[in-house]
């Protein structure tokens, strides 16, 4: 069974940064694809990065500004976040796609595995 474990978040300053990271954990082949998702309570999980196929992918909200990584000898996916806004306070998850499948990377139904999240806050 693959667990996902994320880390990072707290609270932060606007313009300040964060890097979350999602450690896997049960499983010896590298996932096909892992993203990350965002929360705000009342709200739907957002799409936020995937790294699927060896390609990145960013919503528009935060391209310039998150960058994701895979280390795949740590089985870890990472998110630099940059020049945080307090509209980008939420709780982030990291998700894991096993196996190759129709890239549908932004939606949180394609996804095999979620972690527990971790609370982001960016103050202003």
């Known amino acids: 069974q693959v667990q996902l474990v994320e880390s990072g978040g707290g609270l932060v300053q606007a313009g300040g940064s964060l890097n979350l990271s999602c450690i896997a954990s049960?499983?010896?082949?590298?996932?096909?694809?892992m993203g990350w998702f965002r929360q705000t309570p009342g709200n739907e999980r957002m799409f936020t990065a995937a790294?699927?196929?060896?390609?990145?992918y960013y919503a528009d909200a935060v391209k310039g500004r998150f960058t994701i990584s895979r280390d795949h000898a740590k089985n870890t996916v990472y998110l630099q976040m940059n020049n945080l806004k307090p509209e980008d306070s939420a709780v982030y998850y990291c998700?894991?796609?096993?196996?190759?499948?129709?890239?549908?990377?932004?939606?949180?139904?394609?996804?095999?595995?979620w972690g527990q999240g971790t609370q982001v806050t960016v103050s202003s």
């Open positions: 049960g499983r010896t082949l590298s996932a096909y694809a």
């Open positions: 790294s699927s196929g060896g390609t990145a």
């Open positions: 998700a894991e796609k096993r196996s190759y499948g129709t890239n549908m990377y932004d939606e949180v139904s394609w996804y095999d595995y």
